[in-house]
């Protein structure tokens, strides 16, 4: 069991990682992937307080309400065994492919030091 912290911008980049991913998996990692995209779909209510939208092709959120109060918080995401087994394999892919992008570059490193992958 491993435990993410994640904020909006570490979900919405893993949810693309994830959605990228075109072949190459088994049905029990197809399996984990779809827990992993439901655990950390951003649902209506959130996106709401959020007000989570697309503009010029690029996902847009407000971090903060009107009263300047911070509302895209870390959160805790529990990631089973074969969830983060999953996660480590298509990432460790992705940087051996040099699949990411300087704009994700922040997120997706916090990424690989939760889950202790060398970078």
Known sequence: MK???LSVIHR???M???NSEQSGHNLSELNQMLKIV???GIKLEEQKKLNLRIE???WKWETADADGNEIDTEQDFEMSDDQTD???KILN???EEKAFALNNAKPIIDIFEQLEIQL
């Open 16 to 18: 693309g990682v994830l």
């Open 38 to 40: 439901d655990k950390l």
């Open 86 to 88: 999953v996660l480590v």
């Open 12 to 14: 919405v980049v893993l």
């Open 3 to 5: 435990t993410l912290k």
């Open 93 to 95: 892919k992705k940087n």
């Open 56 to 58: 010029d092709g690029a």
